[in-house]
């Protein structure tokens, strides 16, 4: 399994309150993504990260915001969270290139908001 | 604009073989991936392509064709653990390498 840790794994918030997920790796991988996976849509990206400090937005990134000050942490934050960003987030990690594009997931977070 | 498309669901018969088609329009190309993933559970990677053809592993073949902006993953000797999602996903490349995914077409097999 890859290296891959999230936390926390459950998690239920009020609305308007910030909530930071966190994802942990030990692969060294350059690549870290944030998805967020609801019924009907599939896995949408929020944000990925390609190297220490450089993000770049996916297709769902309204809401969210994300950091990357050390390689092995990619965090993403909700500044003010809202019902609809109730889901669950995955966090996943890949080398970049080619196969080495292939992704590989952490088990997911469980974010409800109330 | 980047599109997948796939069946939303499929049933088979355990022991038959099913094959689950996937289409796609993406700029950017640079491979494409099937995953399979279990409820409540995260996607697990299953095949790769990037030229067309066909590419078998094991109870588990893909086939792509870059041309048509096509793709099939195909089970054999179907068990009851293969019921699952399989998702179509596609590599772009566009400033940044990034994975795309298909909503997914979810598995039934019966005994």
């Known amino acids: 399994d890859a290296g891959i840790t999230q936390s926390p794994r459950h998690k239920v918030t009020e609305t308007g309150t910030p909530v930071t997920l966190r994802c942990h790796q030990t692969e060294n991988h350059r690549y870290m993504y944030w998805y967020r996976q609801d019924p009907g849509h599939g896995l949408r990206l929020i944000h990925y990260s390609y190297g220490v400090k450089d993000t770049d937005k996916g297709e769902v990134s309204d809401g969210y915001s994300v950091s990357r000050s050390k390689t092995e942490d990619f965090l993403l934050t909700l500044e003010s969270a809202t019902s609809s960003q109730t889901s669950v987030y995955f966090c996943a990690i890949s080398e970049g290139r080619g196969s080495g594009n292939t992704i590989y997931f952490g088990e997911g977070s469980w974010l409800t908001v109330v | 604009g980047q599109n997948i498309d796939q069946p939303t669901e499929m049933t088979a018969t355990e022991g038959a073989i099913v094959q689950i088609n996937c289409t796609y329009q993406?700029?950017?190309?640079?491979?494409l991936f099937w995953y399979q993933q279990h409820a409540g559970e995260a996607p697990t990677f299953l095949s790769y392509?990037?030229?067309?053809g066909l590419e078998e592993k094991g109870r588990f073949s893909s086939f792509l064709s870059r041309s048509k902006g096509y793709s099939y993953l195909l089970l054999k000797e179907l068990q009851m653990k293969d019921s699952a999602s399989y998702l179509c996903a596609v590599g772009v490349n566009t400033g940044g390498f990034k994975t795309i995914f298909g909503a997914g077409t979810r598995l039934f097999v019966k005994a």
């Open positions: 392509n990037v030229l067309d």
């Open positions: 993406t700029s950017g190309f640079n491979g």
